[in-house]
């Protein structure tokens, strides 16, 4: 009898596994669940945001070349008719739309020319590193060019204002609610707890848990909110938050809240 039940869990016919075997398995089946869906939430926050945010860059480095192009063939149009006003506010919006493909050129322009000359940018007119700073330059670039009144002008021009609106929306939004965030963290002790309870083990913070910090917080942000915040956070771009970049964020609020908590570029 002994010896049956000692054989018997190795039998493909015997009885069950201990109960301590069965509770170990149960754990472990139950952990890797939990992995997998926590996982597919993150793969879908995370391409959601990073589709949001590529869909709006894309939009205006395209609308930026297409204001670059109707504004060249109007300004030579310009030129052949001897209208120096004409000349003049397209070479304006030229010059715009050129700035408008090295912000959001990112990606898409050779990154030796694009961060150098954004770099330059944001040290002289520092509202272009946040969301509705650049919304400003879109809208203020396309009324620019609307006002011209032919009909290439006022569909690009149009577009860019659009988006440009669109922009200031989203970027005073998120600022608001930014703000809302720093205030939840009053001292540099809560500051530290807040962001290790919901860092990572490599003790880093990311996407997914910045969301849910935020949501904790009490502010749930839209898909394009969510990028925008977490890019003015993420100095480094790499998709990560240190605690060093979230102390700084934090001080640079404390120190000018109303500035900021402008957004920046997602």
């Avoid at 109707?70 to 715009?96: A, N, P």
């Avoid at 620019?144 to 922009?167: H, K, T």
């Avoid at 609020?253 to 908590?261: E, F, L, S, W, Y």
Wanted: charged share 15%; proline share 2%.
């Amino acid at each position: 009898m002994d010896q049956h039940q000692s054989n018997a869990p190795y039998h493909s016919g015997g009885s069950a596994p201990p109960s301590g075997a069965a509770a170990n398995i149960g754990m472990k089946m139950a952990t890797q669940g939990a992995t997998t869906a926590f996982k597919k939430q993150f793969g879908k926050v995370k391409t959601m945001a990073e589709e949001g945010s590529m869909t709006f860059r894309v939009a205006a480095f395209l609308g930026g070349i297409f204001m670059v192009i109707t504004s060249i063939l109007d300004c030579l149009d310009g030129l052949l008719h001897l209208s120096v006003i004409h000349v003049m506010i397209m070479s304006y919006v030229i010059i715009f739309a050129l700035m408008i493909c090295i912000l959001e050129g990112k990606g898409f322009l050779p990154s030796m020319i694009v961060d150098h000359l954004q770099e330059q940018m944001h040290d002289n007119a520092k509202f272009l590193r946040f969301v509705w700073g650049r919304g400003v330059l879109y809208f203020f670039a396309g009324s620019l060019q609307f006002s011209v009144m032919s009909f290439f002008n006022m569909i690009s021009g149009g577009f860019m204002m659009a988006l440009g609106g669109l922009s200031i929306m989203v970027g005073r939004s998120t600022a608001r609610k930014l703000s809302a965030i720093f205030k939840s963290m009053p001292d540099e002790t809560s500051l530290r707890a807040t962001f290790y309870t919901y860092a990572g083990e490599d003790g880093m913070m990311g996407l997914e848990e910045f969301r849910k910090m935020s949501e904790n917080a009490g502010f749930e942000l839209q898909p394009n909110e969510l990028v925008a915040a977490f890019s003015t956070i993420d100095k480094s771009q790499d998709e990560r938050l240190s605690y060093d970049e979230f102390k700084v964020w934090w001080f640079s609020i404390r120190t000018d809240q109303h500035h900021a908590c402008g957004i920046n570029s997602t």
